[in-house]
């Protein structure tokens, strides 16, 4: 039987003139009559769970109102209405929406703090007897996890989760509904969903992509479609005629439980009920096995059947000095650059080990795994010997990750199963006993099998496990990797559950140490293996796993292994012609070659070419060419930065060979940014521009006063002084800064920057005007000629 | 919903710096030679250094007098009939924080210029992506409500004065996000910006906004010539 919630409460408080005063949820304590009667309406149109009128009656919502110490007796009173209005048979949900506001990194709300607000609401709303509770109108999943765990700590009711979806199919913060099955069925939801925002119709194919990521109910709670507001009114464009034409094709779709959001009215209520009256849930497509992790916004399988996913070792600051050193000064440059660089090498899963000596390392992984988890948005293995260090990662994580790792030690494993249960994380289980290093397969599978049972007695299933084979060093045992390999095999006939190893121990203290891994890799994923902890930046490793992929028949005809193949062909360089090696060095210049202009520098030099023949007829020459072409618009200023940089490597390499003195030097300039402006990068590229055209610079930097610019140009007595605005609120510094210049210098002056013109640059009485760094270049050389 | 004042800090997740974007910053065409190993690298040091922050509050707006929150005036034409159709507007603020000028100036100063220059650049896409994804939140939250956001428009846009950044900044609350006004009126961080939206009915004109609507013709970021 398909079940039916009632309809909207907010829009008919609304329609009633009490949802103001202050908020809709007082009501149920100012108008208790009222609100009973609109569920009453529900109730006569065959509505079977009525939802409280509680739905911002959480503490921090109610806040706004002054009213977080009334949050007991508002959420009491919402219940109290709807039991009142209930028939037999009928069911209570206690409604929660959100908090209002976003967790922390994506707001500014403590999640200890989300959960404590919910838990008080929850226990207000089961203490006054509601058979559900049902988060609704959610739009971040960190909030959701947030919910739940408070629900769990405080009651036994079932929990629904219906989060909010907009057009594209994800929440606001870019959850989409497979990943919300991902981490919310193993969290502990007992119903999944979806509520507000859309219509039935935009619904229809969300509702079909949860059907097929969840084992779970699925409950589905459109608008009456998208509102308008006419002459101060709000209308909702969808009639209960068309809402009952759409709810049988949501139950083909796979809903079981169907109601209102905003806009529904009794009408709509009544509408559905009819329509999929004599209608049973479907039949549900079985999920594949394995073992699914999850980000806030992206989900994915790993084990038979699945593609080889990578999960990169690389975040761990055991080791490698310089980043737990890094680390400890807060700075986690290090740590983002490898999450961006594993990732992009396709890493599926990223290891997070902090074990940084001297380090509090439980507040350290928190704020590491919400950091990164603004950064990529692959799933990550949370990898601690600590259980309160798991456990910081995993209260920090939106979405579901796995625990690295948890093995045959007493009082902690206990502490580690417990952990995988709260949070829904999956479990990596290593077979390590009491005794040591387990040497045979039989070992290792008896250990394995404990655990397992031992993880199912805490709450776990089958698709929350896998397995470790153990990998020990063939230098020190020539028999050890056929035992790892023998053992994934048998975890496969034994358990079936996803398998994972690191796998470079193998190799320690052989020489070619990539090669034996390389090999040992090959014949792991013969032997079954899944996930690999590995680099992925190994290119060894990763062409192998992309071949393999097409082996195994995941990569179809092996269009991506061609496309990464021929990507990662070098191109060979084009070769250097000696005809005419300052033509060809000016073009070097021109083109940005650093290596190459400095090289050609060198060899013009050991042909017997003069120093300044080398500057004036290549080095400027190229100079001159690109800012020909830069004024006539066919490269543009990166192109024109580059031909900079390519200059002034082959200075540098000039300068080994002869004395600076020897260089020409076509003139000084003084560069500032005036006073108030905080841009300095326009005039950077002036100065960098100028001193590889053969000028000496000094650079006064930004937000220069004019006393300190006059006083440059005094001792430096440089051939122009050069002063850049961006902004028209510094125009006036400016201005100021000429003015004085020349009271008491007779130095050129020549200004640029964004919001000067030509005219501009007239009145204020400087005497040359430059639109663009080349052009400073340009008008800087006739002034010195 | 939010209430009228209350101040919204939202942090938006950017998984990538639009490279398109950063060319177009960078006063580069498209389609043109160039190594696209330095612009993966200038996104790549933004995504590490950016610490994006946003912040918003709705305020309540008379489109007769253009007044907001009753007591700052709009002068600027333009606003004024962008906004013409509203009755609340949306004061927000955005910043990728200051380690990405950090890394522009050290990479400058080393003798990349190149890769000095597309950091600054990729730092602007960020910004305004940062912005476009608090707008994107923000369109979200208000549909239900028959309520539509307009294009966001901020100081230094068309006739809107820069000078006005002095009154908009404390009412878009710049400093909750770590973000302050220099005594020239300009935002520091320097990858910064503040922004007014309108929220009108979506029965509403809504108002086009871009390039070609801006009067400010000789513009270096003009898209359209």
Known sequence: ????????????????????????????????????????????????????????????????????????????????????????????????????????????????????????????????????ILFETIID?????????????????????????????????????????????????????????????????????????????????PNAGLPFIKAGKTYFPLTPEEMGYWAPKLVEAGATILGGCCGTTPAHIKAIKEAVNNMNPIARTILPTGVRLASRSKS????????????????????????????????????????????????????????VPGMEQKKLMGHVVGELAMLVNVPFSIDSVEPEVLEAGLRAFAGRALINSVSDKPDVKEKV??????????????????????????????????????????????????????????????????????????????????????LSNVSFGLPGREDINAAFYALALASGLNAPIINPCNAKIRMMTEATNVLLGFDNQGVNYSKNYVAAKTIPATAVTDENVLGALAGAVMGGEKERAAHLTLQAFAEGYDPREITAEALVKGMNLIGDDFGAGRTFLPQVMLAAEAMKSAFDALKTKTNVEDLPCLGKVVLATVKGDVHDLGKNIVGALLSNSGFSVVDLGKDVEPEVILAAAEKEKPDIVGLCALMTTTLGAMEETIKLLQQKTTTTIMVGGAVLTQEYAREIKADLYAADGVQAVKLAKKVVE | MTTVG?????????????????????????????????????????????????????????????????????ASKELLKHL??????????????????????????????????????????????????????????????????????????????????????????????????????????????????????????????????????????????
């Open chain 1, 1 to 132: 039987m398909i079940k039916i919630f009632e309809g909207a409460m907010g829009t008919s408080l609304q329609a009633m003139g009490i949802a103001d005063q202050p908020c809709p949820e007082y009501a149920s304590v100012k108008y208790p009559d009222e609100v009973m009667n609109i569920h009453k309406a529900y109730v006569d149109v065959g509505a079977d769970i009525l939802e409280c009128n509680t739905f911002g009656a959480n503490p921090l919502k109610l806040a706004q109102f002054g009213l977080a110490d009334a949050t007991e007796k508002i959420n009491i009173a919402g219940v109290t209405a709807a039991r009142r209005a209930a028939k037999k048979g009928v069911e209570i949900a206690g409604n929660i929406g959100p908090s209002g506001r976003l967790i922390a990194p994506l707001g500014d709300l403590n999640f200890d703090e989300a959960c404590e607000s919910y838990a008080r609401q929850i226990k207000a709303l089961a203490g006054a007897g509601v058979d559900y």
């Open chain 1, 141 to 221: 999943l960190q909030e959701m996890r947030a919910g739940v765990l408070a629900a769990k700590a405080m009651c036994n009711l079932p929990i629904i989760c219906q989060l909010t979806y907009d057009a594209m199919g994800r929440t606001v913060t870019g959850t989409d509904p497979s990943t919300a099955a991902a981490v919310l069925e193993p969290l502990g939801a007992s119903i999944i969903g979806m509520n507000c925002s859309l219509g039935p119709e935009q619904l229809l194919p969300l509702v079909k992509e949860l059907a097929l990521s969840t084992t779970l109910p699925i409950s589905v709670q």
């Open chain 2, 84 to 225: 013409s159709c509203s009755k609340r507007v949306i004061l927000m603020a955005a910043t990728v924080g200051e380690g990405v000028e950090v890394a522009s100036k050290k990479y400058f100063e080393q003798g990349e210029y190149a890769l000095g220059l597309l950091i600054d650049a990729a730092a602007t896409a960020a910004v305004e992506q940062a912005a476009n994804a608090l707008c994107t939140m923000l369109t979200a939250q208000f549909i239900n409500q028959g309520i539509t956001l307009t294009a966001r428009f901020s100081p230094g846009y068309g006739d809107w004065s820069l000078e006005e950044q002095e009154k908009v900044a404390p009412l878009a609350h710049v400093t909750s996000i770590g973000v302050n006004l220099t005594n020239a009126k300009m935002l520091i961080p320097r990858k910064s910006i503040t922004a007014v939206a309108g929220l009108q009915t979506v029965t509403g004109e809504d108002n086009e906004m871009g390039c070609s609507q801006c009067t400010q013709k000789d513009c270096i970021m003009r898209r359209v010539k």
């Open chain 1, 300 to 355: 994915i399988w790993l084990g038979k059947g699945h593609p080889t996913v990578l999960i990169g070792e690389r975040i761990n600051p055991s080791g490698r000095k310089a980043m737990a050193a890094e680390i400890k000064t807060g700075n986690l440059t290090s740590v983002k650059r490898e999450a961006l660089v594993q990732v992009e090498a396709g890493a599926g899963v990223l290891d997070i080990n902090m074990g």
């Open chain 2, 6 to 74: 209350q101040v919204n800090l939202f942090n938006p997740i950017l998984k990538n710096i639009d490279r398109t974007e950063t060319k177009r910053y960078a006063g580069m065409g498209r389609s043109i030679h160039f190594p696209e190993s330095i612009i993966s690298e200038a996104c790549s040091i933004v995504m590490l250094e950016k610490h994006i922050k946003t912040v918003w509050t709705m305020y309540e707006y008379d489109c007769i007098s253009g007044c907001i929150n009753g007591d700052y005036k709009i």
């Open chain 1, 417 to 502: 199963f417990a952990l995988a249960k709260k949070y829904g994380a999956a479990i990596l289980v290593l077979p390590l006993g009491e005794k040591g290093l387990p040497k045979t397969t039989s070992e290792r599978i008896i250990i394995a099998g404990k655990l397992i049972a031992e993880g199912k007695e805490a709450g776990l299933k089958d698709n929350d496990f896998m397995l470790d084979p153990l990998v020990l060093t063939v230098a020190s045992d020539g028999q050890a990797p056929s035992e790892t390999l023998n053992t994934l095999q048998e975890y496969g006939k034994v358990f079936g559950y996803p398998t994972t190893m690191g």
